[in-house]
């Protein structure tokens, strides 16, 4: 067998936040026939900045427009794809984004189910480790705001 290519793909996505009295929620998204929750990310396309990759990955995956508050900063993780014989380096760039408007209901078709948690739900609730991660420090820039 051919030793596995190396490649790197680079994403970004957000965190989009609203505060519902004292409370804070944040929204997550369903794949993989329900059984992943995670955040709203996807690939940087070409001449794409990486803010407007998260804004426009939020809008179509969750439904949601938002407005970017802050960088929560990256996470980097490997994968292989059998299909291509090649290991995969990705970096994901998450923001903070604040809710302005829209409806979960209205995201794409490879989104199961778009929906509001509580944030300290979200944490545990989140199938990844990194997206566990991005939730710690978005609860902590948020304890500040």
Do not use: C
């Not at 596995?4 to 680079?10: L, P, R, Y």
């Amino acid at each position: 067998m051919r030793p596995a290519k190396i490649k790197s793909k680079t994403s970004a996505g957000g965190v989009v936040f609203r505060r519902d009295g004292e409370d804070i929620k944040v929204v997550l998204i369903s794949v993989r026939d329900r059984t992943a929750w995670t955040l709203p990310k996807g690939a940087v396309e070409r001449g794409e900045k990486r803010e407007g990759t998260a804004l426009r990955e939020v809008a179509e995956e969750a439904g949601v427009n938002a407005r970017i508050v802050t960088s929560l900063g990256s996470i980097a993780y490997w994968f292989y794809r059998r299909s291509e014989n090649a290991k995969y380096h990705k970096r994901v760039y998450y923001y903070l984004m604040e809710y302005q408007s829209g409806d979960i209901r209205d995201h794409d078709a490879e989104v199961n189910e778009a929906s509001w948690f509580g944030i300290d739900e979200a944490i545990s609730k989140v199938t990844y480790n990194g997206d566990r991660e991005i939730l710690l420090r978005a609860k902590e820039v948020l304890q500040r705001l």
